[in-house]
Every structure is written in structure tokens, then in C-alpha cells.
């Protein structure tokens, strides 16, 4: 078994793991403004509207943000020894 790195600047942690609970909130949140645009675009007296559901959407998006699984921490450094 090989020795731990000497110091922190050695060691290799594992890059964080993206949720995928908050990627799958995120993408839907994406798709759904990206189809009340196309609306807005080919029903522009319905764009107030629009707007206004796009501003809740930002709520919706920080509420994905905060309510998703937290991601996966990356691994510490080793410790030196």
C-alpha cells in the first residue's frame, strides 16, 4: 500500500459530484422558460404574462437550489505524515 502524499499540495481530492436531484430541478426549470419564450414570442399579448410567471420561476429556481440534496463534498487531503 503506497504512502500517503508528504504534503497537502500532493494530494489529488475527488472533485465535487454534481446532485442529480438539482440537475434534473435545474433542467426543468430551463425548459420551462424556454417554452414560455417561445409563447411570448408567437403570442407576444400574452408576453405580461409571461413575465410575470418568469419571476415566480426565479423563486422556483432558488428553491431547487436550496431544497435539492446537498452535493457530494470532495474528499479531503490526506494528512501529512
Known sequence: MPDP???GADASPAPPQPSPQLESGSRL???TVQALRKLGQ???AAQ???TKINDLL???QMKVMAGS???????PP???A
Do not use: G, L, M
Not at 440534496?69 to 474528499?75: D, G, R
Open 5 to 7: 502524499p508528504k504534503n
Open 29 to 31: 426549470v430551463i425548459q
Open 42 to 44: 408567437d403570442f407576444p
Open 48 to 50: 405580461p404574462a409571461i
Open 58 to 60: 426565479r423563486e422556483v
Open 69 to 75: 440534496k446537498p452535493t457530494e463534498p470532495a474528499a
Open 78 to 80: 490526506a494528512p501529512s
